[in-house]
């Protein structure tokens, strides 16, 4: 029977990584980037768990800090959001580029 071992981890966390880095790269909608970076930040918090799991260390700790840091951005992304949309009518990132002062 196959064991599921440290390299799988790492290797789902790296094909969740591109997954986001390609999606941040290529995708114009705003809500689609905001995804596409918390499917990377979940990568990272697989690979933290994996090696947590690989030397006992305190990955887990260092997990949950992702995950809370994921949730703060998140609700202050999408507020910038909600306002940018009010103002603009559009979540296109073609227009984010007139936010400068």
Same mark, same amino acid.
């Given at each position: +029977? ?8 790492? +290797?789902?966390?790296?094909?969740? $990584?591109?997954?986001? *880095? ?11 980037? &905001? ?10 918090? *697989?690979?933290?768990?994996? $090696? ?9 700790? &260092? @997990?949950? $800090?992702?995950?809370?840091?994921? @949730? ?11 306002? &940018? &949309? ?6 296109? +990132? ?8």
């Amino acid at each position: +029977m196959l064991e599921i071992g440290t390299l799988h981890y790492l +290797m789902v966390a790296a094909i969740l $990584f591109l997954i986001g *880095l390609i999606g941040v790269i290529t995708r114009r909608n705003v809500v689609i980037i &905001f995804m596409c970076i918390e499917l990377m930040l979940s990568a990272v918090n *697989l690979n933290l768990l994996a $090696f947590s799991r690989l030397y006992g260390l305190h990955g887990q700790v &260092f @997990a949950l $800090f992702i995950a809370a840091d994921a @949730a703060a951005e998140a609700a202050v992304g999408l507020g910038i959001l909600i306002a &940018f &949309f009010r103002n603009r009518t559009t979540v296109n +990132m073609d227009e984010v580029d007139l936010l400068k002062g």
